[in-house]
Structures are given as C-alpha cells and as structure tokens.
C-alpha cells in the first residue's frame, strides 16, 4: 500500500507559477515510477507526466511541455509539479499517482492515487 497526498494547489493568474507536491508513504518509494494526472470540469481525467523510480526519465502530454517539469525526491519521498506559464485551461484538480510497475501515460497502470488538489488559473 502507499498513500499519497498533494498540495501546493491554489489561485493563480495567467502566466504565473505554481509548485504542485505530492508526499508519499507506506511503500518504497524509489522504487515507483509516479505521474500527475488532472480533471477539468466536465471532462475525462488526463495525463499530464510521469517519471521513472530514479527520476532519471521524464515524459509529458503535449498540453504540459515546454511549460511543466516533473521531478522527484526520493530522499523526501516526494515527487513534484512545476507549472508555468499557466492559463486558464489548466484549470483542474490534480491527482498524483504511483505504480510499482513501469508507470506510462495509461490511468489504468497506476494503482495509488492522491485525493487531488485544485488549480485554478484566473483570466
């Protein structure tokens, strides 16, 4: 079992930043690869990005690159979501989620999931 909690979601403007955390426990966490997942209003659950157990890979949904970078402390136990440049349609709630196999993109590989945090980017 792990349990993972996120935080660091809240009111940003167009353009700003925000740092998205999700500390995990009750499992060895070097050894699952993580991901970000997110859930706008009325719409399906996506992906956003993953990274492997070692942090070493990284890969992300078309609407997250260039913009969003995910990176892991394994001493911390923690696994994070850095977001600029943001606008309005990132506006969700973002889940993490870990998986002891080899994580991807699919929701379906993952087997924890956070309770989620709200995004909310102001036009």
């Known amino acids: 079992q792990v349990q993972l909690v996120e935080s660091g979601g809240g009111l940003v403007q167009t353009g700003g930043s925000l740092k998205l955390s999700c500390a995990a426990s009750?499992?060895?966490?070097?050894?699952?690869?993580m991901a970000w997942f997110r859930q706008a209003p009325g719409k399906e659950r996506e992906f956003v990005g993953g990274?492997?157990?070692?942090?070493?890979?990284?890969y992300y949904a078309d609407s997250a690159k260039g913009r969003f970078t995910i990176f892991r402390d394994n001493a911390k136990n923690t696994v994070y979501l850095q977001m600029n440049s943001l606008k309005p349609e990132d506006t969700a709630v973002y889940y993490c989620a870990a998986d002891f196999m080899g994580g991807g993109s699919a929701q379906r590989n993952y087997e924890a999931w956070g309770q989620g945090t709200q995004v909310t980017v102001s036009s």
């Open positions: 990274v492997s157990w070692s942090g070493g890979s990284t």
């Open positions: 009750g499992r060895t966490f070097n050894r699952l690869a």
